[in-house]
C-alpha cells in the first residue's frame, strides 16, 4: 500500500465519522440540489445539449495541437506572448522570469485551479512575492491555511459561523458579522490589494482558437479586475481547455452555469483577447498565457483516459458522489477531488501512488449521470482500476483473491462447496482486510442450484 494510499485511508475514515462536517456538506449540497433542476429547465433539449458539448470537446481535443497553434498565432497577432510549460517547474519559472522582469512584489490572483495544481502562492511566497486571492471562497482558504475543499465552491466544508470566527481571528472584526457584513469586510481588503498589485493572475476556463481568446466565467468581478486593473495580466491553464469556435460559448457557458451552480448564466463573463489595444481605456499593457501541460498529454495519449480531458470543471460530480459527500474534498489530497480527479489524479501524476483514488467509488454512476458534457466516469474509474492491475501494481494477496474468485465463478460445482457459514468466514475472516472498510459479505444458507431444484420439485 502506497504513502498516499495509507494517508487517504487515515483521512476519510476520521472524516467520515464526522457529523458536524457532513451536516454542513448536506446543507450546502442541498441548497445546489434545489436550484439545479431550476437551472436547467432553459434547455429545450438538454440531453441533446449535453450531448453535442461532448462532441464539440471531442472536436476539440482530437486536432488539440491545430487549435493550440490556432490560438497562439491569433492571440499573439493582438501583442499577446504565449508560453508553452510541460511541467510544473517550467511553468513557475515563467511565472518568475515575469515577475523579476516587472519588480513586482504583490500579486492579485482570481481563482484558478491550475494555480492551486502547480502550488503558486507558495512558490511566489518563498520568493518574497506576496500573492493574494480576491474570489471570496479562495479568500476564506487562504485565510485558514487550507487548499480549496471544491472545485467550484472552496469553502463549502465552512459555515457562516466559521467564517465569522476566521475573520475575528485573523482580521480582528467581531465574530457574530452576518454574511453580507463579512462580503463587505473582504471587498475593502481586497480593492486595497487591486491598487497595489503590478501583476494580475488567472485561469481560464475556455481557450477560445478562432480568435485567440480566454473566456472567464465567475460571479463577483474578481476576475475582471485581475485581469484589467494591474498593467501585467498573466493567466495559466490547461491545454485541455480550448475550445475550437467563439461561437461554442454559446453552449458551454449556460451548461457550465447550470451544472456549475444552477445559474443560467454566471454574472461576470469576460473574453479578453490580448493586452490594451490603440484607442482602448483600459486592460494590462502586457498578457501572457501560459499553456501548461504537466501531465496531460499523458492522458491525450491513452484513447480510454482521454475522455476525461472534455471536463469544464463544473464540478457537478462532486455534488453527486457519495463518497465525496461522506470523506470531503481534502480528504483526497488532490487539487482536484471526487470523481473526476479520481479520474485524472493517477494519470497526472503517479498510478501507483494514486491508483487508490480510483477505488473510491460505490460505481453508482451518478456522476456519469450528472455530468455536464456526459464523460462516462464511472467507466473510466474501472479502467484505471484494470491498468492499475495489468501494470502490477496490485498485492500479491489481492491477485491471487480474485485469481481463486474468478476460477470458482467459472465453475458451479466449486461454488456449490460449502455451506453459507463457511464462506462467510472464508471471506469475511481469512481474507483480511475485506471488512476493514466494507460490510460483512452473507452468503445464502442454499446455493442457487439447491432453491431451483426445490423451486423445480425436483
Same mark, same amino acid.
Given at each position: 500500500m502506497s504513502e498516499m494510499s495509507q494517508s487517504f485511508l487515515a483521512k476519510s475514515t476520521i472524516k467520515a465519522a464526522d457529523l458536524e462536517h457532513r451536516k454542513k456538506i448536506n446543507f450546502n449540497i442541498g441548497k445546489y440540489n434545489s436550484v439545479v433542476p431550476i437551472g436547467k429547465q432553459q434547455f429545450s433539449a438538454l440531453e441533446t445539449a449535453r450531448e453535442r458539448a461532448k462532441n464539440l470537446k471531442w472536436k476539440a481535443i482530437s486536432q488539440l495541437d491545430k487549435h493550440l497553434e490556432d490560438f497562439e498565432a491569433n492571440f499573439t497577432k493582438r501583442g499577446g506572448k504565449v508560453i508553452w510549460a510541460e511541467t510544473t517547474e517550467q511553468a513557475l519559472d515563467e511565472i518568475l522570469k515575469i515577475c523579476k522582469a516587472k519588480n513586482c512584489k504583490s500579486i492579485?490572483? $482570481? +481563482?484558478s485551479m491550475v494555480t492551486e495544481e502547480i502550488h503558486l502562492n507558495d512558490f511566489l511566497e518563498k520568493n518574497g512575492i506576496e500573492s493574494v486571492e480576491t474570489d471570496l471562497g479562495e479568500y476564506i482558504q487562504q485565510l485558514d491555511g487550507e487548499p480549496p475543499y471544491h472545485i467550484v465552491t =472552496?469553502?463549502?466544508? /465552512? $459555515? +457562516?459561523?466559521?467564517v465569522a470566527k476566521l475573520f475575528a481571528e485573523k482580521l480582528g472584526t467581531p465574530s457574530n458579522l452576518t454574511p453580507e457584513q463579512l462580503t463587505l469586510v473582504a471587498r475593502e481588503k481586497l480593492r486595497q490589494k487591486y491598487a497595489e498589485a503590478e501583476i494580475g493572475i488567472t485561469g481560464a476556463n475556455f481557450l477560445i482558437a478562432d480568435t485567440g481568446s480566454i473566456a472567464?466565467?465567475?460571479?463577483? !468581478?474578481? !476576475? *475582471? %479586475?485581475?485581469?484589467?486593473? =494591474?498593467?501585467?495580466?498573466?493567466? #495559466?491553464?490547461?491545454?485541455?481547455?480550448?475550445i475550437p469556435s467563439f461561437t461554442d460559448l454559446g453552449l458551454f457557458w449556460p %451548461? %457550465?452555469?447550470?451544472?456549475?451552480? !444552477?445559474q443560467q448564466v454566471t454574472v461576470y463573463n469576460s473574453i479578453v483577447s490580448g493586452p490594451r489595444q490603440q484607442g482602448e481605456l483600459d486592460g494590462p499593457d502586457e498578457m501572457y498565457v #501560459? &499553456? &501548461?501541460?504537466?501531465g496531460r498529454t499523458n492522458? &491525450?495519449?491513452?484513447? /480510454?483516459?482521454?475522455? $476525461?480531458?472534455?471536463?469544464? *470543471?463544473c464540478g457537478a460530480c462532486l455534488n453527486a458522489c457519495p463518497v465525496y459527500k461522506n470523506i470531503g474534498g481534502h480528504s483526497y489530497e488532490t487539487t482536484y477531488s471526487g470523481p473526476i480527479g479520481s479520474v485524472i489524479t493517477p494519470h497526472l501524476k503517479e498510478m501507483h501512488e494514486w491508483k487508490h483514488l480510483s477505488y473510491a467509488s460505490s460505481l453508482c454512476g451518478n456522476c456519469t449521470e450528472v455530468c455536464a458534457v456526459k464523460i462516462n466516469l464511472h467507466e473510466l %474509474? &474501472?479502467?484505471?482500476?484494470?491498468?492499475?492491475?495489468e501494470a502490477g501494481d496490485a498485492s500479491f494477496s489481492e491477485k491471487m483473491a480474485w485469481k481463486v474468485w474468478k476460477q470458482a465463478s467459472l465453475r458451479r460445482s466449486w461454488m456449490n462447496q460449502g455451506s453459507g457459514s463457511l464462506k462467510n468466514k472464508i471471506v469475511n475472516k481469512i481474507f483480511k482486510g475485506w471488512t476493514t472498510h466494507r460490510s460483512e459479505l452473507n452468503f445464502s444458507p442454499k446455493t442457487f442450484?439447491?432453491?431451483?431444484?426445490? /423451486? *423445480?420439485g425436483e
Amino acid at each position: 500500500m502506497s504513502e498516499m494510499s495509507q494517508s487517504f485511508l487515515a483521512k476519510s475514515t476520521i472524516k467520515a465519522a464526522d457529523l458536524e462536517h457532513r451536516k454542513k456538506i448536506n446543507f450546502n449540497i442541498g441548497k445546489y440540489n434545489s436550484v439545479v433542476p431550476i437551472g436547467k429547465q432553459q434547455f429545450s433539449a438538454l440531453e441533446t445539449a449535453r450531448e453535442r458539448a461532448k462532441n464539440l470537446k471531442w472536436k476539440a481535443i482530437s486536432q488539440l495541437d491545430k487549435h493550440l497553434e490556432d490560438f497562439e498565432a491569433n492571440f499573439t497577432k493582438r501583442g499577446g506572448k504565449v508560453i508553452w510549460a510541460e511541467t510544473t517547474e517550467q511553468a513557475l519559472d515563467e511565472i518568475l522570469k515575469i515577475c523579476k522582469a516587472k519588480n513586482c512584489k504583490s500579486i492579485v490572483k $482570481s +481563482k484558478s485551479m491550475v494555480t492551486e495544481e502547480i502550488h503558486l502562492n507558495d512558490f511566489l511566497e518563498k520568493n518574497g512575492i506576496e500573492s493574494v486571492e480576491t474570489d471570496l471562497g479562495e479568500y476564506i482558504q487562504q485565510l485558514d491555511g487550507e487548499p480549496p475543499y471544491h472545485i467550484v465552491t =472552496p469553502a463549502m466544508h /465552512k $459555515s +457562516k459561523e466559521d467564517v465569522a470566527k476566521l475573520f475575528a481571528e485573523k482580521l480582528g472584526t467581531p465574530s457574530n458579522l452576518t454574511p453580507e457584513q463579512l462580503t463587505l469586510v473582504a471587498r475593502e481588503k481586497l480593492r486595497q490589494k487591486y491598487a497595489e498589485a503590478e501583476i494580475g493572475i488567472t485561469g481560464a476556463n475556455f481557450l477560445i482558437a478562432d480568435t485567440g481568446s480566454i473566456a472567464i466565467t465567475e460571479n463577483e !468581478g474578481n !476576475g *475582471r %479586475l485581475s485581469c484589467s486593473y =494591474p498593467k501585467t495580466h498573466i493567466a #495559466i491553464t490547461g491545454i485541455e481547455k480550448v475550445i475550437p469556435s467563439f461561437t461554442d460559448l454559446g453552449l458551454f457557458w449556460p %451548461l %457550465l452555469a447550470t451544472f456549475g451552480t !444552477g445559474q443560467q448564466v454566471t454574472v461576470y463573463n469576460s473574453i479578453v483577447s490580448g493586452p490594451r489595444q490603440q484607442g482602448e481605456l483600459d486592460g494590462p499593457d502586457e498578457m501572457y498565457v #501560459i &499553456l &501548461l501541460d504537466n501531465g496531460r498529454t499523458n492522458i &491525450l495519449a491513452n484513447e /480510454k483516459a482521454r475522455e $476525461s480531458l472534455y471536463c469544464i *470543471r463544473c464540478g457537478a460530480c462532486l455534488n453527486a458522489c457519495p463518497v465525496y459527500k461522506n470523506i470531503g474534498g481534502h480528504s483526497y489530497e488532490t487539487t482536484y477531488s471526487g470523481p473526476i480527479g479520481s479520474v485524472i489524479t493517477p494519470h497526472l501524476k503517479e498510478m501507483h501512488e494514486w491508483k487508490h483514488l480510483s477505488y473510491a467509488s460505490s460505481l453508482c454512476g451518478n456522476c456519469t449521470e450528472v455530468c455536464a458534457v456526459k464523460i462516462n466516469l464511472h467507466e473510466l %474509474l &474501472l479502467e484505471n482500476r484494470a491498468e492499475a492491475v495489468e501494470a502490477g501494481d496490485a498485492s500479491f494477496s489481492e491477485k491471487m483473491a480474485w485469481k481463486v474468485w474468478k476460477q470458482a465463478s467459472l465453475r458451479r460445482s466449486w461454488m456449490n462447496q460449502g455451506s453459507g457459514s463457511l464462506k462467510n468466514k472464508i471471506v469475511n475472516k481469512i481474507f483480511k482486510g475485506w471488512t476493514t472498510h466494507r460490510s460483512e459479505l452473507n452468503f445464502s444458507p442454499k446455493t442457487f442450484n439447491q432453491m431451483w431444484k426445490e /423451486k *423445480r420439485g425436483e
